[in-house]
């Protein structure tokens, strides 16, 4: 199989808005992390998974336009809560090709947050759904992805 | 990584199982007659802590307002699930990323309303009877404007930016970013929901120590059953937390803060008394009553319910992987070196 690779960084003059008080409250500020005037596209095969916390890390082999390749690290959320979905290292298998939008760090090495990672045909990682309990006022779970 | 994880997840099965209930449903007690709280809990809920204005200042929920609120969030996991563009472009610059700083399936934002002797909560909140946060006093609005930071919340981090000396030194940055203490309340005390992720609780309990751990991140508090406070000259971040029981209920009552958590604004000298209950074979009700004259100028209360949960509480070893605060100084040192380099090229 022929994987294409491609890498792109745009860069845009937009003013970097922050917003406020959001409902929920990020594990660090990724305003301050991620540069939001360096927005990514990423394609490239897994090469290394950090299941760690507070964050996990997917490492991914990225093309360069003159066909070298250089190593990304994508940032996703805390392992705990896709352990008990039933989402571990054997889901994210070394080799499978992912597509990453995200946003450069601040720092500009080689990482972006992964606001979505998906299969190159656009379908999500997401394998499994959060359990229930059953207790009073609880939401049905949801069907299971296909 | 695996061996460790199969090492704790046997340790959580022999502490963490709550014991088999009783006959008729009844709660399951220790062998001196105490309701058994030891467990693993999901505190997890859609119910916000401060009541939205939608709901005109009401306690209860209707069933079709509860509802609305389960499938608000039933829609929002399904458009997440949705495939995305397989052709799509890098995402557009100047997103505040606020919104989708990564992947919804990484998260769990929770899947119940508040439900206590069957009335659905608008808020966890219930005293004052607005479900509102009391307003803060002279003195709590003074001291909060010297940490600088939305009622004093050292877990909230938007508003750092306004601080010049923000990301000059690993200590400027918030408890939970240097992996402290959970965000959103996590930790406590009192405990709160974080409408994100890890809401799981552990309790432990013997005739003389309840230990009450948060897997995020990590935090265990020991509640010494009976005896007094520690002298006032000795403070505990997470405060110092006695317990007695009235009835089937375990009363904690934590004094002896510090000034590094200032829980919503609070002071040292706030004073929590929680109240932990088990209502059913499934079900433990959280209540924590909050006292700070120095804060606000009356006490306020929440309540809420945990669900006994079978699922298993991982280790959340926070800090020596986390890439992040280095990545956000770093960040900062970058910033300040191309502002100074465009500076000199005017000049």
């Known amino acids: 199989m022929l994987i294409r690779s491609k890498f792109m960084i745009l860069s845009a003059c937009t003013a970097l808005t922050v917003a406020l008080a959001p409902p929920i409250v990020a594990h660090h500020a990724f305003p301050a992390e991620f540069d939001a005037n360096r927005p990514v596209l990423l394609k490239g095969k897994i090469v290394k998974v950090e299941l760690v916390n507070p964050h996990a890390w997917i490492h991914i082999e990225v093309a360069k336009p003159d066909g070298s390749t250089e190593v990304w690290m994508v940032e996703g959320g805390s392992p705990n809560t896709l352990l008990r979905k039933g989402i571990t290292k054997a889901t994210l298998p070394i080799g499978i090709e992912v597509v990453v939008d995200g946003y450069q760090a601040k720092d500009h090495t080689n990482r972006a947050n992964g606001s979505d990672i998906t299969l190159p045909d656009g379908r999500k990682l997401n394998l499994g759904s959060s359990h229930g309990t059953g207790a009073p006022g609880e939401a049905e779970p949801p069907s299971p992805q296909k | ?347």
Request: glycine content about 10%.
């Open chain 2, 1 to 347: 990584m695996r061996v460790r994880l199969f090492a704790l997840g046997g340790l959580i099965l022999m502490m963490g199982l709550p014991a088999a209930s009783q006959e008729g449903g009844g709660i399951p007690r220790t062998p001196d007659g105490r309701p058994d709280l030891t467990g693993i809990y999901d505190a997890n809920t859609l119910t916000q802590i401060e009541r939205p204005a939608k709901y005109g200042g009401r306690e209860a929920l209707t069933d079709q307002e509860a509802a609305e609120l389960l499938r608000a969030q039933a829609t929002r996991d399904e458009e997440a699930d949705k495939p995305s563009d397989p052709n799509r472009k890098a995402p557009k610059a100047g997103n505040t990323l606020a919104g989708k700083s990564y992947d919804d399936f990484w998260k769990s934002f929770g899947n119940r309303v508040v439900t206590i002797g069957g009335e659905k909560r608008s808020s966890i909140i219930i005293e004052p009877p607005d479900g509102k946060i009391p307003p803060m006093t002279e003195e709590g609005n003074a001291r909060d404007d010297k940490y600088g930071g939305l009622a004093g919340r050292s877990d909230v981090l938007e508003r750092r930016g306004q601080r010049p000396d923000a990301f000059d030194d690993p200590e400027a940055s918030a408890n939970s970013e240097r992996c402290l203490l959970g965000f959103g309340w996590t930790s406590g005390t009192p405990i709160l929901p974080n409408y994100l992720y890890n809401n799981l609780k552990q309790i432990v309990q013997t005739p003389t120590e309840v230990m009450i751990v948060t897997e995020m991140i990590h935090d265990a508090r020991l509640v010494r059953i009976g005896g007094r406070h520690l002298p006032s000259s000795v403070r505990k971040w997470l405060g110092d937390s006695v317990g007695h029981w009235e009835g089937d209920t375990l009363v904690v009552e934590t004094t002896n803060f510090t000034d590094k958590t200032r829980f919503r604004g609070s002071s040292e000298n706030l004073k929590v008394t929680e109240r932990f209950t088990r209502l059913d074979a499934n079900t433990l009700l959280y209540r924590f009553t909050l006292e700070d004259p120095h804060t606000w100028a009356r006490p306020w209360t929440g309540e809420y319910t945990w669900a006994v949960s079978n699922e298993r509480m991982f280790e959340y070893a926070c800090h020596e992987n986390n890439y992040a605060l280095g990545g956000i100084l770093r960040g900062a040192r970058v910033s300040e070196s191309e502002a100074a380099a465009a500076k000199s090229e005017h000049k």
